[in-house]
């Protein structure tokens, strides 16, 4: 196996001879592109490798963003790392015919497994060293989903990998988001990365989302200490799911009482027909009901009283299948 080192000196030295060299600069770096790719040659450098095969040219600048990411995974072997993802969607038009603007933020919890990104250049593979992870791809729902997957952490997003979106700023259309980080000067990224228990724990907790961090944490079996700002945070949402379930309970009781009504005074027919629409009506508030009942569940609510004498456990009971 051939070292491409001394092919790579020689491409930067055609290059730093002038215009005139560049049909040989690029016909010399895609003929070590492809070697680098099917195994033929290597630098020896794993990161230089992964970027000469992605890039098609020896680039310091980008190599320098995997260095600073293997730096620090080797400080924080065995603890939390959190990729944190932003983007911003059109959801509709306000006021005036403005767009609206959503930013939806996704984060990825891992546990560094060793302390250097896994890349295989003949592949095209660069990834996070991790046993499993888990995804959550909008935080700012309601009830956020996670979801728990094994194997390594991509470090690709979309078509571009890491070195192209990392600690870049977001081009944000939404004016009251951009006058916002204009006002506390702290940019909002396309991607960002925190390394360590303590730079994960308090992004959670910067950004409100200490109840997140808890239910993330579990699946990797690890318990976080209660802190004033996840309780304060736990019966926020406990209200909130109150709030939510007291009228959805109403308005069932109404629509099971409009139906029984119905069946009692028409004739099949028209019975039928009368009901359709309070049926269709009531089987959307009972599935709103279920997954209100699904988060509380996960908020530990079970014993809270909704409207006298119904409590969150006999609603869970009733619907329980």
């Keep these: 196996m051939r070292d491409a080192n001394q092919e790579i000196k ?11 060299y560049q049909n040989r600069v690029r016909k010399n770096a895609e003929n070590l592109r492809k070697k680098i790719k099917s195994g033929e040659t290597t630098t020896g450098d794993a990161i230089r490798d992964f970027v000469f095969s992605h890039c098609g040219f020896p680039i310091e600048e980008i190599e320098s963003v995997y260095r600073g990411v293997n730096n620090n995974l080797a400080q924080h072997v065995g603890e939390f790392m959190l990729v944190i993802r932003r983007v911003e969607e059109e959801c509709g038009c306000g006021t005036l015919f ?12 891992c546990v560094i497994r060793s ?3 896994v890349i295989d250049a003949t592949k095209d593979i660069c990834e ?7 995804s959550c791809f909008d935080i700012r729902s309601e009830n956020p989903m996670l979801s728990l997957d094994s194997g390594n952490l991509t470090t690709c997003i979309g078509r571009n990998d890491l070195w192209f979106l990392l600690n870049k700023p977001l081009e944000i259309r939404d004016r009251f988001t951009a006058e916002m980080a204009e006002l506390t000067n702290k940019p909002v990224l396309y991607l960002e990365i925190k390394f360590g228990d303590k730079e994960v724990s308090d992004w959670f907790d910067e950004n409100k989302q200490t109840l997140l961090f808890q239910r993330m ?16 945070e736990l019966r926020k949402r406990r209200k909130s799911v109150i709030a939510r379930l007291v009228p959805l309970v109403r308005e069932r009781d109404e629509i099971r009482q409009k139906l029984d009504a119905i069946k009692s005074r028409l004739e099949d027919d028209e019975r039928i027909i009368a009901s359709m629409r309070p049926q269709e009506r009531l089987d959307e508030v009972e599935n709103q009901i279920k997954k209100e009942l699904a988060l509380a569940v ?24």
Excluded: C, H, W
């Design 10 to 20: 020689s491409i930067l030295e055609l290059m730093a001879r002038g215009k005139k």
């Design 115 to 117: 302390g250097s990104l």
């Design 298 to 321: 996960e908020l530990g609510m079970s014993e809270e009283l909704l409207i006298s004498p119904v409590s969150v456990g006999q609603l869970l009971e009733e619907y329980k299948s």
């Design 128 to 134: 996070f060293p991790t046993d499993n992870f888990i």
């Design 217 to 232: 944490a579990k699946l990797f079996g690890r318990q976080l200490p209660e802190t004033p700002e996840m309780i304060a």
């Design 98 to 109: 403005m767009s609206v603007y959503y930013q939806r933020i996704s984060v990825f919890l």
